[in-house]
């Protein structure tokens, strides 16, 4: 099991928790190691904590010592956005010795637009874009994204948006200003489109979802 999920799809991808799940909360107080992995490094003459990849492992071996966590994974059909082409994609093909690297930028310098979002991705697959759109762009992105593009190796991609509750905003005063034009910005379905030659469209497939079998309310400690 991964802990990895953003928590706009969570619904979708981990079925079988109990309601608690969604109401308790608990201050967590945990010792790191002295030595081995999750043991600080020293940097500078300062202790560095573990890698966040080392930390998310840590809390999964605590869910399944404290809340005696037992899940398996199985397909089952659920919603989720196809990710698709259009026809030619609009982004161009890395250098294979170019490091794999998706950002999210926020705020970037567009003057007299209200795109406020950037994502960018050198040598990433269209499965690395997915898992980048699902974790940026979650007030748009409420089920899983599924790569069905077709399209294999590494890219250079760029896509720009504006954030949901911008562009919700700017069409509600236009329309109570009695404008019929757009409000401007660009949402995320339509800047898949004209930055990628991309399209995200909701219909129902069978995928991996983590199914949980037991798990104590409260823990052992």
């Given at each position: 099991?991964?802990?990895?999920?953003?928590?706009?799809?969570?619904?979708?991808?981990?079925?079988?928790?109990?309601?608690?799940?969604?109401?308790?909360?608990?201050?967590?107080?945990?010792?790191?190691?002295?030595?081995?992995?999750?043991?600080?490094?020293?940097?500078?003459?300062?202790?560095?904590?573990?890698?966040?990849?080392?930390?998310?492992?840590?809390?999964?071996?605590?869910?399944?010592?404290?809340?005696?966590?037992?899940?398996?994974?199985?397909?089952?059909?659920?919603?989720?956005?196809?990710?698709?082409?259009?026809?030619?994609?609009?982004?161009?093909?890395?250098?294979?010795?170019?490091?794999?690297?998706?950002?999210?930028?926020?705020?970037?310098?567009?003057?007299?637009?209200?795109?406020?979002?950037?994502?960018?991705?050198?040598?990433?697959?269209?499965?690395?874009?997915?898992?980048?759109?699902?974790?940026?762009?979650?007030?748009?992105?409420?089920?899983?994204?599924?790569?069905?593009?077709?399209i294999d190796g590494g890219w250079d991609i760029e896509v720009s948006w504006t954030p949901i509750g911008v562009f919700q905003k700017a069409q509600a005063a236009a329309q109570a200003n009695g404008d019929a034009t757009a409000p401007g910005g660009i949402t995320l379905w339509e800047a898949?489109?004209?930055?990628?030659?991309?399209?995200?469209?909701?219909?129902?497939?069978?995928?991996?979802?983590?199914?949980?079998?037991?798990?104590?309310?409260?823990?052992?400690?």
């Open positions: 099991m991964t802990l990895e999920i953003a928590p706009n799809v969570a619904n979708d991808l981990i079925v079988g928790l109990p309601k608690s799940a969604d109401t308790e909360r608990w201050d967590i107080t945990a010792k790191l190691p002295t030595t081995g992995e999750g043991s600080p490094n020293t940097a500078n003459g300062y202790p560095q904590p573990p890698s966040f990849s080392v930390a998310l492992e840590m809390l999964r071996g605590l869910l399944l010592d404290q809340f005696e966590l037992k899940t398996h994974t199985e397909n089952r059909e659920t919603t989720v956005y196809v990710l698709s082409s259009t026809g030619k994609p609009k982004f161009t093909r890395a250098e294979e010795s170019e490091r794999t690297n998706c950002s999210a930028i926020q705020h970037p310098p567009k003057p007299g637009q209200m795109v406020e979002t950037t994502i960018t991705c050198k040598n990433a697959s269209l499965d690395d874009l997915a898992r980048q759109l699902t974790d940026t762009a979650g007030a748009y992105i409420d089920h899983p994204i599924v790569n069905e593009t077709g898949v489109q004209k930055d990628l030659g991309l399209k995200l469209t909701k219909a129902k497939r069978s995928i991996p979802v983590v199914v949980v079998d037991h798990v104590d309310e409260e823990p052992l400690n």
